[in-house]
């Protein structure tokens, strides 16, 4: 699941996330795909807060940067 | 402090941002205000009133060099902190140049130190990154410093945003032949200056004395290049006019701050750990820099979901002034540069600094009013 905050600025992204990790099951895979430069800091420091997995950052298809987090609770 | 909201029943401001500039001490009051009416002249004419001046500036010059542990001829007093950053790093990278061009510093450098680098074209920073409390490591900064082609290494004495002391001393004694430059901004005057340096920097409104005085130390027999155009100054090292009651005002200021900082970072220190404390209990927040190792009056802390700059005027409404270091507003776009380097969240964040007399008092009422400000702007986001 892909949740697209290309638009948004800091932290509405981290909130965005927050918002939808409910909808993929545990195990499962939540990408984050924000313009906002706070979110390549945020997303990692996110997950260390909420005890989730930050698995990396990749590119949309249109290039916009895109963090991908693994729910484990 | 006076009230300034002037109007009965409206509560005083608290002030919790003297990391950004303290309040000016009484002393250096004192003697700013004599030194107005006897320092006005040219301190390096022959007349009367001149010498007078001369007198002044010297007299400013022996107490900062005092203060410091410094010789009064390794003191120049320059037109601001950031003057005095960029005079003591660019000056020793042009007296480096035949060594080469790089600059080693860490990642958590104030930003007057990584503009300064960044606008002499011929200067290539490397930055050294730090441990998720700030803090750079000797063997690190050490191992980058000792690549050929580098001319001037770069380590603040202790950071502006988070307050964690750096290992400065350790640094400097592990160098191989590289100078070391020492913003000492955010410490100098609480803090003894840490050993080592070739060259270093302070900013008298940062231990209150007034805005407009910075200092640059440079170590005698150290290879400093004036990088900006030359004055016929008392001292070769600065430019312009020099402010010679500002100047007194800042020593004065110093010289007290230097006499009270055992009891008043005692005192500090303590109203900082229960602040640290208090913010570490609100949900989903986080309190950064060491929590020990650190500057006695400032704690940084950053709660999840919340705009730092709805958090700054939703506090300052109900009389607390603090400061931020989020980019969660659409006038500036990049978050700090120093809580990206620790991996610390960027946006909710709020500075803490303390004056030499916020009371336990204060402090108390900033924490009563703190977890429901963040729970309001977090409810506004449904979190």
């Not at chain 2, 309040?23 to 390096?44: E, K, M, N």
Request: aromatic content about 4%.
């Amino acid at each position: 699941m892909e949740l697209d905050c290309r638009d948004l600025l800091c932290p509405m992204p981290i909130i965005e996330l927050a918002r939808h990790l409910s909808d993929v099951e545990v195990g499962r895979l939540l990408a984050v795909v924000a313009r906002d430069v706070a979110a390549r800091t945020d997303v990692p420091a996110w997950c260390r807060m909420r005890g989730q997995e930050y698995v990396g950052e990749d590119t949309a298809d249109d290039g916009a940067p895109r963090y991908v987090v693994r729910r484990l609770s | 402090m006076t009230n300034a909201s002037g109007q009965p029943g409206v509560p005083v401001p608290v002030y919790l941002d003297t990391a950004s500039s303290e309040p000016l001490h009484p002393a250096a009051r004192a003697a700013l205000l004599a030194a107005i009416d006897q320092g006005y002249a040219d301190p390096r004419r022959l007349h009367r009133p001149a010498r007078s001046a001369r007198l002044l500036l010297d007299n400013a010059r022996e107490v900062v060099a005092d203060c410091l542990g410094v010789r009064a001829d390794e003191v120049t007093f320059t037109a601001s902190g950031t003057d005095a950053v960029h005079r003591g790093l660019l000056g020793l990278l042009a007296g480096r140049t035949r060594v080469g061009s790089k600059l080693v510093h860490s990642a958590v450098e104030h930003s007057a130190v990584l503009y300064a680098a960044a606008w002499a074209e011929t200067v290539r920073a490397v930055p050294v990154p730090v441990d998720p409390l700030g803090r750079v490591a000797v063997d690190d900064l050490v191992a980058a410093a000792s690549d050929p082609g580098v001319a001037v290494a770069a380590v603040q004495s202790a950071n502006h945003e988070v307050g964690t002391l750096q290992p400065v001393a350790e640094i400097a004694a592990a160098l191989p032949d590289v100078p070391l430059f020492v913003d000492a901004c955010a410490s100098a005057g609480r803090l003894p200056l840490p050993q080592g340096w070739a060259a270093a920097a302070a900013s008298a409104h940062k231990w209150g004395g007034p805005a407009g005085v910075g200092l640059l130390l440079v170590r005698k027999g150290a290879r400093w290049r004036n990088p900006f155009p030359r004055d016929d100054r008392i001292d070769e090292r600065g430019a312009g006019f020099e402010n010679v009651p500002a100047a007194l005002g800042a020593a004065a200021a110093l010289q007290a701050v230097v006499a009270e900082r055992d009891e008043v970072n005692a005192r500090q220190s303590a109203l900082i750990d229960a602040v640290r404390t208090a913010a570490a209990a609100i949900p989903d927040t986080e309190v950064v820099g060491d929590p020990t190792d650190r500057l006695p009056h400032l704690v940084t802390f950053s709660c999840l979901y919340v705009d730092g700059e709805a958090l700054v005027h939703a506090l300052d409404r109900r009389g607390f002034g603090v400061a931020s270091g989020s980019a969660c507003t659409a006038s500036t776009l990049t978050p700090s540069h120093v809580l990206e380097a620790m991996g610390a969240l960027t946006h909710g964040n709020v500075r803490v600094s303390l004056s030499r007399d916020t009371s336990a008092a204060e402090t108390e009422a900033f924490l009563s009013v703190l977890p429901g400000v963040v729970r309001e702007i977090r409810a506004e986001v449904g979190l």
